[in-house]
């Protein structure tokens, strides 16, 4: 049998299909029709239990090999809970197995290690990409606002586990180690190390204080939210953690940024977070840092999925594109010639 990390994209999905219809044997659900949403950072299908009733659909999240243990995908979920009994939030509600669990673990034959996997309720409503307006967006920052100021009634307990995305978090390992064999030049890294430089002296100005810091959702865009009946629903807490408030809107503006309406969105986001919370003084000059700590980290972690044939691919692309938005932050020409 050809290895996992050989297989083609579609191949490695009808693998990862079979160990998804084996962790759903353990929800008890019945039939269900197995639609692929995505297979990138992890993996999801939708699972149709009736095809033409929402309320009967659900999400299967395949976690990936070795990127969160049991304690921290129990946290995520432990935290979700939280939102869902405590505050207004609309976030993804997690259904539970047959045998009382939240997470279980499948395996399937030609898939090297058995994985985690979650179920949870579809939520409905609209993506919006093309159509996101400033309305949309406004909603996306009132969000973070109330999910930021939730944290103040949530004591984690003992165990609770999700990675830190501080100075040391996005920053503390090389973007690109040395023996990458990718193609990136001697200039390009001194780019990169010359962004993260910047980047530092201007995460000074932030502090680990209970008002800038606490847990993110780390991953709010327009993949991963819904809008429906005037209401946004946000899921994908995969990247959740402990953070910077102001880096969760940074997430939000790096995927923002290349629209032609940019400022006018970006002055809607922060506004309207900030009818709900404050901002620290020097914003403005972080927030151009953590957006740049956000193409970082993307590229760290696209470096380690290079066993996706997909991602492995669009490598070596992004590299050159993240060399030349880190300029722009740098303000620095890269002689191409």
Known sequence: MKPFAELSYSGQIKRLKRLAQSALLKYNLGESRLVCLSHGENTTFK????PNLTNFWYVLRIYRAGKHDNAAIHSELLWLLSL???TALEVSKTVVA?????????????????????????????????????????RMGIFLAHLHQSNQQFTPPLGFVRPRFDEEGLLGTPIIPIECKLPVSQSDRAVLEAATKKIRAS??????????????HGDLHCANCKFYRGKIQVFDFD?????????????????????????????????SYQQIRSLPKQYESCLEALIAARRL????????RQDNPKLRDLTP??????????????DITVDRR
């Not at 692309?317 to 300029?327: G, L, P, R, T, V």
Request: proline share 2%; hydrophobic share 40%; glycine share 6%.
């Open 203 to 216: 995460m000074q100005y932030l502090s680990e204080e209970d008002d800038l810091f606490g847990l993110i």
């Open 297 to 304: 980290h993307l590229l760290r972690d696209l470096l380690q």
């Open 317 to 330: 692309k992004y590299i050159q594109d993240s060399i030349a938005d880190i300029s722009k932050f740098l």
């Open 84 to 86: 869902r009994n405590n």
């Open 98 to 138: 047959s045998d009382g669990s939240q997470i279980v673990t499948s395996e399937a034959l030609g898939v090297p290690e058995a994985r985690y996997c979650t179920l949870s309720h579809w939520l409905p409503g609209r993506f919006l990409n093309a159509g996101l307006n400033a309305k949309a967006v406004e």
């Open 239 to 271: 990247d959740c953690g402990w953070g910077y408030y102001l880096y969760d809107l940074a997430v939000t503006l790096y995927y923002l940024r290349h629209r032609s309406n940019y400022i006018v969105l970006r002055k809607v986001l922060l506004d």
């Open 47 to 50: 699972v149709e239990k009736e």
